[in-house]
């Protein structure tokens, strides 16, 4: 096993997930290839759907954040599975009804959510808007007004809590672009707006803290901010306040030396101080939302990529590029993500080449790591980068010109291509000068 069950090596010393050799997978598909193993996506979405009915209640909600990992077939597993998501644009929107996402489980996000973003999601049936600002909430009203219809909404709140995560990547403090502070009095105001906004139909309070946290205690002390001031917008303002999307972040391992955050054991935590904070405020236990997005795709991804040059600058560092890099997976050039990478076909070998690992687009922050331990790398090899399930397809851009790999899912020893790689002609389907002008 390598990090996770669902990836080991076999005895030609190939590395394989689910089940299936990746070298073979690259022969087939091609790289860079996305793989996804369907069987880990399903066994994470049953073990937050488990957790959230046992701790929560009957009544919970997990949403899958698919921003995580947005495409058609996403949405059919997490509608197979009777999970709700989370759509944070109208082309998420836009793809979830394409494939027939029942409606009423999405939850639709966002801090700039435009007037036509927002008729669509109504005409489309949406179940719930997470509204983030006075101006969202006074359209929405307008619109849903104009329709004859209540929208049925959450208030974004930010708690002010700082979650120890990547700054990029926290989102509950104060200072957030998102949501209304409790601290400064402006959560209050759009509480007290929402309940006076006729087509608004405020139903409870959202919030997320951050993404990429391994520590349950940033999630129990903005459980606790929630609570206090739910049961204080029931009590001064008589607010309907009968749901509390907790929002997503718990952390994915990565590398080895990275912890692992107990899904149970975390959610059990959680559920322990939301019920004893709702029995010390004197109010019911809410409905409760939660939206995971790492943690259910994450593990599930391996990208394969292959090894052009080799480059050892004496002194100072090896480079291994790979014909992929940036484009596909932008987390390390924003975040300095770290990854685990190694040699497919030489998995069972000593991994004692210290490698900085670039792509192969014409800018040196390319990078996909540093300070990695390779198998002895050599044009033609497959390296492999685990746990790329979340944010990388959902993140890749064709920077350079680069058309973006396929995303293709295994599951019980097959797979299938959901995604399909980019042609050059897709490079070109929205240029509307005539291709052929240089010939006349
Ligand atoms: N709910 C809301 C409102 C969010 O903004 C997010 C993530 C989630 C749920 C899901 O969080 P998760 O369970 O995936 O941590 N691109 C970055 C991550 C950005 C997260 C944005 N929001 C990365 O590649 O690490």
């Given amino acids: 096993m390598v990090l996770y069950p669902h990836f080991d090596i076999n005895g030609q010393g190939h590395l394989t997930v689910g089940g299936l050799d990746t070298v073979k997978l690259a022969a087939e598909f091609g790289t860079p290839v996305n793989i996804l193993d369907e069987n880990y996506i399903r066994s994470q979405i049953r073990l937050y759907k488990a957790c959230a009915a046992q701790y929560f209640g009957a009544d919970a909600l997990p949403l899958f954040a698919s921003k995580a990992l947005c495409c058609a077939e996403i949405y059919r597993i997490a509608a197979d599975e009777g999970m ?149 917008m029931i009590r001064k303002h008589r607010a309907p306040l009968t749901e509390l999307n907790l929002g997503g972040g718990l952390g994915v391992r990565y590398t080895e030396e990275q912890s692992t955050l107990d899904i149970d054991g975390t959610m059990k935590t959680i559920a322990a101080k939301v019920r004893e904070l709702c029995r010390a405020n004197e109010i019911e236990m809410p409905r409760v939302i939660l939206e995971p997005g790492r943690s259910l795709v994450a593990a599930a991804g391996v990208t394969l990529y292959t090894v052009g040059s080799v480059k050892e600058i004496p002194g100072f560092k090896n480079y291994v590029s790979v014909d992929g890099g940036m484009a596909d997976n932008p987390r390390y050039a924003l975040y300095q993500s770290p990854y685990t990478a190694l040699i497919a076909n030489k998995a069972d070998r000593p991994a004692d080449f ?87």
Avoid: W
């Fill in 84 to 232: 709700g998501i989370d759509c944070v644009s109208p082309g998420e929107l836009y793809i979830a009804g394409r494939v027939g996402f029942p409606a009423q489980r999405i939850y639709f996000h966002g801090n700039n959510k435009t007037d036509a973003d927002l008729a669509m999601a109504l005409d489309m049936g949406v179940g719930t808007f997470v509204v983030d600002n006075h101006e969202e909430l006074s359209s929405l009203g307008e619109l849903a007004n104009a329709r004859g219809m209540r929208a049925r909404i959450l208030l974004r709140i930010t708690p002010g809590i700082d979650p120890h995560t990547h700054k990029a990547i926290s989102t509950g403090g104060i200072d957030s672009k998102f949501g209304s502070a409790i601290g400064t009095g402006q959560a209050e105001q759009i509480v007290v707006s929402a309940l006076n906004t006729p087509g608004i139909d405020l139903q409870g309070l959202h919030c997320h803290i951050g993404s990429q946290i391994f520590d349950a205690q940033p999630f129990v002390d903005a459980a606790e901010i929630m609570v206090a001031f739910m049961a204080d």
């Fill in 354 to 440: 210290c490698a900085t690992v670039a792509g192969r687009c014409c800018e040196s922050g390319d990078l996909l790591g540093e300070g990695m331990l390779l198998q002895c790398p050599e044009r033609g090899d497959i390296l492999a980068m685990l746990v790329t399930g979340a944010y990388q397809h959902s993140m890749a851009s064709n920077y350079n010109k680069l058309p973006r790999p396929p995303l293709v899912m295994i599951k019980d020893g097959e797979a299938r291509v959901v995604v399909r790689r980019e042609t050059y002609e897709d490079l070109m389907a929205y240029d509307v000068t005539d291709p052929v002008f240089s010939t006349r």
